[in-house]
């Protein structure tokens, strides 16, 4: 269990002989244009199933809806009305134009109110596992199956998961999830796993193409990804990337644009996949204030011995008097 008093570096933590620079993303919400080609690159590469029939959402134009088993990256079109533009126009922050993609040139001149939408604006991010300095879900696994991995990033090994679903409960961002085949059966050698839906039962997340990672390869996602939204290298340096554009972003006046999972002293000790943000992030769908739910369990368990050791007492103290 992984202690959260600041940084560290979750390869020494595993204890790896070899191991090497932590690799991460860097994905910069400003300039996503929410085309999905990561998406599909995740699936192709590593051959995850369909995620449901993909129809449009009724609220946006999103048709996955949210990380899963299945979905290892998930882009989100958040649609802000009228009453967020005005609200942040009030409080001086100068809002970037995220209106619908388009095809041309960009206008000279960046207004808070898109052109082609006037009542409302984008906000387009891509989604994916964390790879937590502290993994929740790495500490309650019961069979080794989540582990750290030598670059620092968490992997499943599907054919040691034995479908409790601890880590699904354990994981701050609800990123890991046990793929289903409609059933509400976990894996097990009583039924047949269906042969089109591989990994029946087995959790199941983004491993940060642990297989290209061993090549020195750039994940498929980021490979892909056209404007350059996702990038990926080594943590150290994705995390001065992050700050560089934070700055640039703050020095043109945007001062809505914030980091998350850069900080080292949250309640997951930061995280491997860092963020630009142009809102809060509970407008993300992102959890404003992170926590490894096992952070406490020592603290838990100095307290259940206390209060087992008063109840010896106490029964000690009624036998004994009794005696008398």
Same mark, same amino acid.
């Given at each position: 269990?992984? /202690?959260?008093?600041?940084?560290?570096?979750?390869?020494?933590?595993?204890?790896?002989?070899?191991?090497?620079?932590? =690799?991460?993303?860097?994905?910069?919400?400003?300039?996503?244009?929410?085309? =999905?080609?990561?998406?599909?690159?995740?699936? +192709?590469?590593?051959?995850?199933?369909?995620?449901?029939?993909? +129809?449009?959402?009724?609220? @946006?134009?999103?048709?996955?809806?949210?990380?899963? $088993?299945?979905?290892?990256?998930?882009?989100?079109?958040?649609?802000?009305?009228?009453?967020?533009?005005?609200?942040?126009? +009030?409080? &001086?922050?100068?809002?970037?134009?995220? &209106?619908?993609?388009?095809?041309?040139?960009?206008?000279?001149?960046?207004?808070?109110?898109?052109?082609?939408?006037?009542?409302?604006?984008?906000?387009? @991010?891509?989604?994916?596992?964390?790879?937590?300095?502290? %993994?929740?879900?790495?500490?309650?696994?019961?069979?080794?199956?989540?582990?750290?991995?030598?670059?620092?990033?968490? #992997?499943?090994?599907?054919?040691?998961?034995?479908?409790?679903?601890?880590?699904?409960?354990? !994981?701050?961002?609800?990123?890991?999830? *046990?793929?289903?085949?409609?059933?509400? =059966?976990? =894996?097990?050698?009583?039924?047949?796993?269906? /042969?089109?839906?591989?990994?029946?039962?087995?959790?199941?997340?983004?491993?940060? !193409?642990?297989?290209?990672?061993?090549?020195?390869?750039?994940?498929?996602?980021?490979?892909?990804?056209?404007?350059?939204?996702?990038?990926?290298?080594?943590?150290?340096?994705?995390? $001065?990337?992050?700050?560089?554009?934070?700055?640039?972003?703050? %020095?043109?006046?945007?001062?809505?644009? *914030?980091?998350?999972?850069?900080?080292?002293?949250?309640?997951?000790?930061?995280?491997? @996949?860092?963020?630009?943000?142009?809102?809060?992030?509970?407008?993300?769908?992102?959890?404003?204030?992170?926590? #490894?739910?096992?952070?406490?369990?020592?603290?838990?368990? &100095?307290? $259940?011995?206390?209060?087992?050791?008063?109840?010896?007492?106490?029964?000690?103290?009624?036998?004994?008097?009794?005696?008398?």
């Amino acid at each position: 269990m992984g /202690q959260l008093s600041g940084p560290t570096d979750p390869t020494a933590d595993a204890r790896w002989v070899d191991a090497r620079p932590r =690799k991460g993303f860097f994905t910069d919400t400003s300039i996503c244009i929410g085309c =999905k080609a990561c998406e599909v690159a995740c699936k +192709e590469w590593n051959q995850i199933p369909r995620d449901g029939e993909l +129809e449009l959402l009724g609220s @946006s134009y999103d048709n996955t809806g949210a990380l899963g $088993a299945s979905t290892w990256r998930h882009v989100a079109f958040v649609e802000q009305g009228r009453d967020r533009i005005e609200a942040a126009r +009030e409080s &001086g922050r100068r809002l970037v134009d995220l &209106g619908m993609p388009q095809v041309g040139a960009p206008p000279a001149e960046t207004d808070t109110t898109p052109p082609d939408t006037p009542e409302f604006r984008w906000l387009m @991010s891509s989604d994916v596992c964390k790879h937590c300095t502290h %993994a929740g879900c790495l500490d309650v696994c019961p069979t080794g199956s989540l582990f750290r991995t030598e670059h620092g990033t968490v #992997v499943v090994q599907p054919d040691v998961c034995n479908g409790c679903g601890y880590c699904v409960a354990a !994981c701050p961002f609800g990123v890991i999830e *046990r793929r289903t085949d409609g059933t509400a =059966k976990t =894996k097990s050698s009583r039924y047949a796993v269906n /042969q089109e839906i591989p990994n029946v039962g087995v959790a199941q997340k983004c491993t940060l !193409c642990y297989d290209r990672l061993k090549d020195d390869q750039v994940p498929a996602c980021a490979q892909t990804c056209p404007t350059t939204s996702i990038k990926f290298g080594t943590h150290e340096r994705m995390l $001065a990337t992050a700050k560089e554009r934070l700055a640039q972003l703050h %020095a043109q006046g945007m001062t809505e644009a *914030r980091l998350y999972g850069a900080n080292d002293h949250d309640g997951v000790g930061g995280t491997g @996949s860092i963020f630009l943000l142009l809102d809060e992030p509970e407008v993300y769908g992102l959890p404003p204030d992170p926590r #490894v739910p096992t952070a406490d369990l020592r603290k838990m368990f &100095g307290r $259940a011995g206390l209060a087992a050791a008063g109840m010896l007492a106490a029964a000690a103290v009624s036998v004994w008097g009794g005696g008398l």
